[in-house]
C-alpha cells in the first residue's frame, strides 16, 4: 500500500497529514512518523525511499532492523490509509453524506432534524454529479425517505414511492446504457467490427420503448 502514496495530489497529502494527526482517526505515532516521512519526499518518491531497511531507519531511528516491527507498521498504515480514502470521497459526495446524515437521524427517532434536513435537500439544487451517480445517489436518499415517512404514517407515502421507483428505473437504464457502451469500446479496442452480443442491448430498447 505505501507505494501508493506518490498517487496522491498535493491537496490529499495534506489532507492525510491532517488525518493522521487526528487521535479520532489515528492513534499511532509511528504511523504519523511515516506519512510525514513519505509527504517530506512526495510526489517525488523514488524505490530508495520506501525500501523497508530505510523506513525503518527513519520511523524507529534507534535499533537494529526488525521485520515483525516493519510489518506491523505497514499493518497499521494500510488500515489508516484506507480509512482516509474512504473519508476523502466521503467528503467530496455530499450527496452520500446527505444519505448517511439521513439514515443516522432516522434511526435515532430525531424526527424533527430529520424534517430539517430532508426540507434542505428540496431546496438544493442538483449540483455537477454525472447521471449514473445522481439516480444512484437519490435512490438511496429516497429509500430513506420512504422508510421514515411509512415509519412516521406524518403523510401519504406515495408520491415518494413514484420519485423513488422513477429513479431506480433511470438507474437501470443507465446502467444497462454503460454496459452497452463497454462493450462497443471492448470491439474497437480488439479490433473487432461487430457488434456486441444482443443481449447487451434488446432488453434496454425494449424497456425504453415501453417507458
Request: aromatic share 16%; hydrophobic share 30%.
Amino acid at each position: 500500500m505505501i507505494e501508493y502514496f506518490s498517487k496522491l495530489t498535493n491537496a490529499e497529502v495534506q489532507a492525510f497529514g491532517k488525518f493522521v494527526r487526528s487521535p479520532y482517526h489515528n492513534t499511532n505515532r509511528n504511523v504519523f512518523r511515516l506519512v510525514r516521512y513519505l509527504s517530506s519526499k512526495h510526489p517525488r518518491i523514488k524505490p530508495a525511499h520506501i525500501y523497508k531497511i530505510n523506513i525503518f531507519r527513519n520511523i524507529f531511528r534507534y535499533g537494529k532492523y526488525n521485520e515483525m516491527n516493519y510489518h506491523k507498521l505497514m499493518s497499521e498504515f494500510r488500515k489508516v490509509f484506507e480509512q482516509f480514502l474512504v473519508y476523502w470521497e466521503l467528503e467530496k459526495d455530499i450527496s452520500k453524506k446527505d444519505y448517511f446524515l439521513l439514515k443516522s437521524l432516522r434511526l435515532r427517532k430525531l424526527n424533527e432534524r430529520f424534517d430539517l434536513a430532508a426540507e434542505r435537500l428540496r431546496s438544493r439544487p442538483r449540483g455537477s454529479s454525472s447521471e449514473m451517480d445522481y439516480y444512484l445517489n437519490n435512490t438511496l436518499i429516497q429509500n430513506e425517505l420512504h422508510d421514515y415517512y411509512t415509519e412516521t404514517s406524518f403523510i401519504d407515502s406515495k408520491k415518494i414511492l413514484q420519485s423513488y421507483s422513477s429513479d431506480l428505473d433511470n438507474l437501470f437504464a443507465l446502467s444497462k446504457l454503460k454496459v452497452y457502451n463497454h462493450s462497443l469500446n471492448y470491439g474497437i479496442y480488439y479490433g473487432k467490427q461487430s457488434l456486441p452480443d444482443e443481449r447487451y442491448y434488446k432488453e434496454i430498447i425494449s424497456y425504453i420503448e415501453k417507458n
